[in-house]
Protein backbone atom coordinates (compact mmCIF):
# COMPACT_ATOMS: atom_id res chain seq x y z
CA UNK A 1 0.00 0.00 0.00
CA UNK A 2 1.10 3.02 -1.45
CA UNK A 3 -0.54 5.92 1.03
CA UNK A 4 -0.35 10.08 -0.48
CA UNK A 5 -1.81 13.32 0.23
CA UNK A 6 -2.48 16.53 -1.80
CA UNK A 7 -4.24 20.01 -1.64
CA UNK A 8 -6.97 22.22 -3.58
CA UNK A 9 -9.97 24.05 -3.68
CA UNK A 10 -12.94 23.63 -5.82
CA UNK A 11 -11.27 26.01 -8.54
CA UNK A 12 -8.12 23.63 -8.87
CA UNK A 13 -10.59 20.74 -8.55
CA UNK A 14 -10.48 19.35 -12.45
CA UNK A 15 -6.71 18.77 -11.40
CA UNK A 16 -6.43 17.25 -8.21
CA UNK A 17 -9.35 14.26 -9.36
CA UNK A 18 -6.59 14.01 -12.58
CA UNK A 19 -4.08 13.43 -10.15
CA UNK A 20 -6.72 10.85 -8.38
CA UNK A 21 -7.58 9.54 -11.61
CA UNK A 22 -4.12 9.07 -13.05
CA UNK A 23 -3.22 6.96 -9.53
CA UNK A 24 -6.12 4.92 -9.77
CA UNK A 25 -5.58 3.60 -13.14
CA UNK A 26 -1.37 3.06 -12.82
CA UNK A 27 -1.05 2.51 -9.00
CA UNK A 28 -2.27 -0.82 -7.37
CA UNK A 29 -2.75 -0.06 -4.34
CA UNK A 30 -2.74 3.14 -2.93
CA UNK A 31 -4.82 5.83 0.17
CA UNK A 32 -4.92 9.49 -1.11
CA UNK A 33 -5.55 12.04 1.76
CA UNK A 34 -7.37 15.08 -0.09
CA UNK A 35 -7.45 18.51 2.00
CA UNK A 36 -9.92 20.10 0.68
CA UNK A 37 -9.11 24.13 0.75
CA UNK A 38 -12.25 25.31 0.54
CA UNK A 39 -15.98 23.98 1.81
CA UNK A 40 -17.01 24.07 -1.59
CA UNK A 41 -14.33 21.87 -2.80
CA UNK A 42 -15.16 19.44 0.25
CA UNK A 43 -18.93 19.63 -0.68
CA UNK A 44 -18.83 18.83 -4.43
CA UNK A 45 -16.01 15.68 -3.37
CA UNK A 46 -18.59 14.30 -0.41
CA UNK A 47 -20.97 13.53 -2.81
CA UNK A 48 -19.22 11.17 -5.28
CA UNK A 49 -18.05 8.21 -4.05
CA UNK A 50 -14.11 8.06 -4.41
CA UNK A 51 -12.53 4.93 -3.73
CA UNK A 52 -9.58 4.52 -1.49
CA UNK A 53 -9.64 8.90 -0.44
CA UNK A 54 -10.19 10.20 2.95
CA UNK A 55 -11.45 13.83 2.57
CA UNK A 56 -10.03 16.45 5.04
CA UNK A 57 -11.23 19.62 6.05
CA UNK A 58 -9.30 22.48 6.24
CA UNK A 59 -10.66 23.07 10.13
CA UNK A 60 -9.53 19.36 10.69
CA UNK A 61 -6.21 20.14 10.22
CA UNK A 62 -5.83 23.56 12.05
CA UNK A 63 -7.62 22.59 14.92
CA UNK A 64 -5.16 23.33 17.95
CA UNK A 65 -2.49 24.59 15.42
CA UNK A 66 -1.86 27.63 17.16
CA UNK A 67 1.17 28.49 15.10
CA UNK A 68 -0.03 27.40 11.81
CA UNK A 69 -3.35 29.66 12.46
CA UNK A 70 -0.96 32.87 13.05
CA UNK A 71 0.83 32.41 10.09
CA UNK A 72 -3.03 32.52 8.08
CA UNK A 73 -2.94 36.06 9.29
CA UNK A 74 -0.43 37.22 8.14
CA UNK A 75 0.33 36.29 4.75
CA UNK A 76 -1.65 35.87 1.63
CA UNK A 77 -4.33 33.06 0.63
CA UNK A 78 -1.62 31.42 -1.63
CA UNK A 79 0.67 31.96 0.15
CA UNK A 80 -1.36 30.57 3.50
CA UNK A 81 -1.53 27.03 1.20
CA UNK A 82 2.41 26.96 0.38
CA UNK A 83 2.24 27.02 4.28
CA UNK A 84 0.22 23.55 4.34
CA UNK A 85 2.42 21.38 2.19
CA UNK A 86 4.53 19.94 5.47
CA UNK A 87 1.33 20.73 7.44
CA UNK A 88 -0.55 18.26 5.56
CA UNK A 89 1.62 15.27 5.70
CA UNK A 90 2.54 15.25 9.33
CA UNK A 91 -1.07 15.28 9.95
CA UNK A 92 -1.47 12.30 8.24
CA UNK A 93 1.41 10.66 9.85
CA UNK A 94 0.27 11.95 13.31
CA UNK A 95 -3.72 10.71 12.89
CA UNK A 96 -3.34 7.59 10.92
CA UNK A 97 -0.65 4.83 12.53
CA UNK A 98 -0.81 2.48 9.36
CA UNK A 99 1.27 4.75 7.32
CA UNK A 100 4.76 3.94 7.37
CA UNK A 101 5.57 7.21 4.97
CA UNK A 102 4.03 9.57 3.36
CA UNK A 103 4.04 11.26 -0.04
CA UNK A 104 2.85 14.51 -0.71
CA UNK A 105 2.37 15.45 -4.21
CA UNK A 106 1.62 18.52 -6.10
CA UNK A 107 -2.13 18.68 -7.76
CA UNK A 108 -1.10 19.42 -11.19
CA UNK A 109 0.78 16.23 -11.46
CA UNK A 110 -0.54 13.29 -13.97
CA UNK A 111 0.58 9.89 -13.65
CA UNK A 112 1.63 7.79 -16.85
CA UNK A 113 3.16 5.07 -15.19
CA UNK A 114 3.26 3.36 -11.89
CA UNK A 115 4.95 5.22 -9.13
CA UNK A 116 6.65 2.02 -7.51
CA UNK A 117 10.13 2.54 -9.13
CA UNK A 118 10.38 5.71 -7.10
CA UNK A 119 9.39 3.82 -3.94
CA UNK A 120 12.17 0.93 -5.09
CA UNK A 121 14.76 3.80 -5.18
CA UNK A 122 14.09 6.30 -2.39
CA UNK A 123 14.48 2.44 -0.30
CA UNK A 124 14.78 2.66 3.34
CA UNK A 125 15.62 6.18 3.33
CA UNK A 126 13.72 8.81 5.08
CA UNK A 127 13.07 11.22 3.05
CA UNK A 128 12.67 11.06 -0.92
CA UNK A 129 12.94 14.47 -2.76
CA UNK A 130 13.67 16.04 -6.55
CA UNK A 131 15.66 18.23 -8.26
CA UNK A 132 14.19 20.57 -10.58
CA UNK A 133 16.56 19.62 -13.01
CA UNK A 134 17.22 22.84 -14.79
CA UNK A 135 19.11 22.90 -17.96
CA UNK A 136 22.23 25.01 -18.12
CA UNK A 137 20.79 27.91 -19.77
CA UNK A 138 18.06 27.75 -16.54
CA UNK A 139 20.53 27.39 -13.71
CA UNK A 140 19.65 30.97 -12.73
CA UNK A 141 16.08 29.56 -11.33
CA UNK A 142 17.50 27.70 -8.64
CA UNK A 143 17.57 31.24 -6.77
CA UNK A 144 14.02 30.09 -6.58
CA UNK A 145 15.59 26.33 -5.07
CA UNK A 146 17.08 23.27 -5.94
CA UNK A 147 14.35 21.26 -5.62
CA UNK A 148 10.89 20.74 -6.59
CA UNK A 149 7.86 20.72 -3.65
CA UNK A 150 5.99 18.31 -6.42
CA UNK A 151 6.78 14.71 -4.67
CA UNK A 152 8.20 14.61 -1.34
CA UNK A 153 8.32 11.55 0.74
CA UNK A 154 8.23 11.19 4.62
CA UNK A 155 8.64 7.88 6.57
CA UNK A 156 7.75 7.43 9.97
CA UNK A 157 11.10 7.32 11.14
CA UNK A 158 13.55 9.99 13.40
CA UNK A 159 14.78 11.34 10.27
CA UNK A 160 11.64 11.27 8.47
CA UNK A 161 9.79 13.15 11.42
CA UNK A 162 12.30 15.24 12.22
CA UNK A 163 13.03 16.60 8.83
CA UNK A 164 9.24 17.33 8.54
CA UNK A 165 8.88 19.06 11.91
CA UNK A 166 11.75 21.23 11.20
CA UNK A 167 10.05 21.99 7.73
CA UNK A 168 6.67 22.84 9.48
CA UNK A 169 8.22 24.89 12.05
CA UNK A 170 10.24 26.92 9.05
CA UNK A 171 7.10 27.37 7.23
CA UNK A 172 5.00 28.17 9.84
CA UNK A 173 7.52 31.51 10.93
CA UNK A 174 8.09 32.53 7.01
CA UNK A 175 6.45 31.06 3.97
CA UNK A 176 5.95 34.03 1.24
CA UNK A 177 5.69 33.97 -2.63
CA UNK A 178 9.46 36.46 -2.44
CA UNK A 179 13.01 35.68 -2.50
CA UNK A 180 14.31 36.46 0.82
CA UNK A 181 17.61 35.53 1.97
CA UNK A 182 18.41 31.75 1.61
CA UNK A 183 14.39 31.12 1.60
CA UNK A 184 11.61 31.19 -1.06
CA UNK A 185 7.76 30.45 -0.84
CA UNK A 186 7.69 26.28 0.65
CA UNK A 187 10.39 25.18 -1.56
CA UNK A 188 13.98 26.59 -1.02
CA UNK A 189 13.61 25.26 2.46
CA UNK A 190 14.33 21.65 0.30
CA UNK A 191 17.80 22.77 -0.08
CA UNK A 192 18.71 22.05 3.50
CA UNK A 193 17.47 18.57 3.94
CA UNK A 194 20.72 17.11 3.25
CA UNK A 195 22.57 19.51 5.34
CA UNK A 196 20.77 18.74 8.36
CA UNK A 197 19.04 15.69 8.33
CA UNK A 198 20.31 11.71 7.72
CA UNK A 199 18.66 9.53 5.20
CA UNK A 200 17.32 12.07 2.70
CA UNK A 201 17.56 10.78 -1.06
CA UNK A 202 17.29 13.21 -4.13
CA UNK A 203 15.21 11.42 -6.79
CA UNK A 204 17.24 10.08 -10.02
CA UNK A 205 14.68 8.79 -11.85
CA UNK A 206 14.48 10.83 -15.29
CA UNK A 207 10.55 9.63 -16.12
CA UNK A 208 10.07 11.46 -12.31
CA UNK A 209 8.37 15.07 -12.16
CA UNK A 210 8.97 15.90 -15.95
CA UNK A 211 7.65 19.55 -16.38
CA UNK A 212 8.23 22.39 -18.95
CA UNK A 213 11.39 23.20 -16.79
CA UNK A 214 13.62 20.06 -17.76
CA UNK A 215 12.00 18.30 -20.63
CA UNK A 216 14.55 19.42 -22.81
CA UNK A 217 16.88 17.46 -21.17
CA UNK A 218 15.92 14.07 -22.65
CA UNK A 219 15.23 12.33 -25.50
CA UNK A 220 11.34 11.79 -25.35
CA UNK A 221 10.11 8.69 -27.33
CA UNK A 222 7.11 6.14 -27.09
CA UNK A 223 7.66 2.61 -27.30
CA UNK A 224 4.66 0.09 -27.13
CA UNK A 225 2.29 3.00 -26.08
CA UNK A 226 4.72 4.03 -22.89
CA UNK A 227 6.45 7.00 -23.37
CA UNK A 228 9.90 7.07 -21.95
CA UNK A 229 12.59 9.96 -21.23
CA UNK A 230 15.89 8.59 -22.96
CA UNK A 231 15.89 4.94 -21.12
CA UNK A 232 13.46 5.30 -18.42
CA UNK A 233 9.57 5.34 -18.81
CA UNK A 234 7.89 8.45 -17.91
CA UNK A 235 5.87 7.81 -14.68
CA UNK A 236 4.35 11.45 -13.79
CA UNK A 237 4.52 14.92 -15.35
CA UNK A 238 4.19 18.09 -13.67
CA UNK A 239 2.13 20.31 -15.97
CA UNK A 240 2.76 23.51 -13.65
CA UNK A 241 2.03 26.75 -16.09
CA UNK A 242 -1.05 24.79 -18.07
CA UNK A 243 -3.96 27.64 -18.02
CA UNK A 244 -7.68 27.21 -19.67
CA UNK A 245 -7.14 30.64 -21.50
CA UNK A 246 -10.93 30.24 -22.06
CA UNK A 247 -13.92 27.55 -23.20
CA UNK A 248 -11.64 24.93 -24.89
CA UNK A 249 -8.53 27.51 -25.25
CA UNK A 250 -5.18 25.94 -23.51
CA UNK A 251 -1.76 27.62 -23.06
CA UNK A 252 0.30 24.60 -22.28
CA UNK A 253 3.03 27.53 -20.50
CA UNK A 254 5.88 26.65 -22.57
CA UNK A 255 6.70 30.64 -23.08
CA UNK A 256 8.03 31.21 -19.62
CA UNK A 257 10.67 28.65 -20.26
CA UNK A 258 11.56 29.53 -24.00
CA UNK A 259 11.34 25.50 -24.33
CA UNK A 260 10.35 24.19 -27.67
CA UNK A 261 6.93 22.75 -27.21
CA UNK A 262 7.53 18.75 -29.47
CA UNK A 263 5.05 17.32 -30.95
CA UNK A 264 5.41 13.85 -28.95
CA UNK A 265 4.83 16.12 -25.58
CA UNK A 266 2.21 18.32 -27.20
CA UNK A 267 0.32 14.37 -28.37
CA UNK A 268 1.10 11.97 -26.16
CA UNK A 269 1.85 14.16 -22.70
CA UNK A 270 -0.45 16.97 -22.84
CA UNK A 271 -3.42 15.89 -24.92
CA UNK A 272 -4.80 13.22 -22.92
CA UNK A 273 -4.23 15.40 -19.63
CA UNK A 274 -6.24 17.87 -21.53
CA UNK A 275 -8.63 15.66 -22.21
CA UNK A 276 -8.73 14.58 -18.59
CA UNK A 277 -9.92 17.80 -16.94
CA UNK A 278 -12.45 18.28 -19.65
CA UNK A 279 -13.89 15.00 -18.77
CA UNK A 280 -13.77 16.18 -15.21
CA UNK A 281 -15.03 19.47 -15.63
CA UNK A 282 -17.91 18.41 -18.01
CA UNK A 283 -18.47 15.98 -15.21
CA UNK A 284 -18.61 17.98 -11.95
CA UNK A 285 -19.44 21.21 -13.61
CA UNK A 286 -18.20 23.48 -11.47
CA UNK A 287 -18.78 27.04 -10.61
CA UNK A 288 -15.66 28.91 -9.64
CA UNK A 289 -17.55 31.03 -7.64
CA UNK A 290 -20.49 28.78 -5.73
CA UNK A 291 -18.79 25.56 -6.22
CA UNK A 292 -21.92 24.37 -7.66
CA UNK A 293 -22.41 21.60 -10.12
CA UNK A 294 -23.94 22.60 -13.53
CA UNK A 295 -25.86 20.68 -16.00
CA UNK A 296 -25.80 21.23 -19.52
CA UNK A 297 -24.81 19.86 -22.78
CA UNK A 298 -21.55 20.96 -24.37
CA UNK A 299 -21.09 22.91 -27.55
CA UNK A 300 -20.57 20.63 -30.19
CA UNK A 301 -18.36 23.59 -32.74
CA UNK A 302 -15.72 25.75 -31.96
CA UNK A 303 -16.49 27.56 -34.64
CA UNK A 304 -20.30 28.10 -34.33
CA UNK A 305 -20.33 28.30 -30.99
CA UNK A 306 -17.68 31.24 -30.51
CA UNK A 307 -17.32 32.79 -34.06
CA UNK A 308 -15.90 36.36 -32.91
CA UNK A 309 -13.05 34.53 -30.82
CA UNK A 310 -12.50 31.97 -34.04
CA UNK A 311 -12.55 35.00 -36.40
CA UNK A 312 -9.57 36.71 -33.87
CA UNK A 313 -7.32 33.92 -33.60
CA UNK A 314 -7.80 33.42 -37.34
CA UNK A 315 -6.27 36.67 -38.14
CA UNK A 316 -4.21 37.08 -35.16
CA UNK A 317 -1.44 34.56 -35.99
CA UNK A 318 1.80 36.63 -35.21
CA UNK A 319 0.55 38.23 -31.75
CA UNK A 320 -0.36 34.57 -30.57
CA UNK A 321 3.04 32.93 -31.68
CA UNK A 322 4.57 35.83 -29.83
CA UNK A 323 2.55 35.17 -26.42
CA UNK A 324 2.09 31.35 -26.94
CA UNK A 325 5.23 30.05 -28.12
CA UNK A 326 4.25 28.97 -31.13
CA UNK A 327 1.03 27.05 -30.05
CA UNK A 328 -1.53 26.33 -28.21
CA UNK A 329 -4.32 23.66 -27.69
CA UNK A 330 -7.74 23.76 -28.69
CA UNK A 331 -10.16 21.08 -27.50
CA UNK A 332 -13.58 19.72 -28.68
CA UNK A 333 -16.12 17.42 -27.61
CA UNK A 334 -14.71 14.73 -29.80
CA UNK A 335 -11.17 15.64 -30.37
CA UNK A 336 -8.03 17.70 -29.38
CA UNK A 337 -6.50 19.46 -32.13
CA UNK A 338 -2.73 21.65 -31.77
CA UNK A 339 -2.37 25.21 -34.09
CA UNK A 340 1.15 25.62 -34.57
CA UNK A 341 1.66 29.19 -36.30
CA UNK A 342 4.65 29.08 -38.36
Known amino acids: M ?9 RYLPQGMALYHSLKEHCPSFHLWILCLSPEAYEILSRKSLDSVTLLRLEDVENGDDELLEAKNNRSLVEYYFTLSPTLPLYVLNHFTEVDIITYLDSDLYFFADPEPIFDEIGDNSVGIIAHRFPPRLKHKEVYGIYN ?6 RRDKNGLGCLEWYRDRCNEWCYDRVEEDRFADQKYLDRFEQLFQGV ?5 KGANLAPWNVENYKIT ?5 IYADEQPLIFFHFQGLKKLTFFLY ?12 SIVRNKIYFPYIKALEEIEYKFRVNARSGEIREGPRYKSFRTAFPQLFRFLRISKRMVKIVYANSFVLVTNKKTLQWTFK
Open 149 to 154: VGWMSF
Open 2 to 10: RYFCTYFDH
Open 222 to 226: EKNGQ
Open 251 to 262: DPGFAGYRTKFL
Open 201 to 205: HVIQH
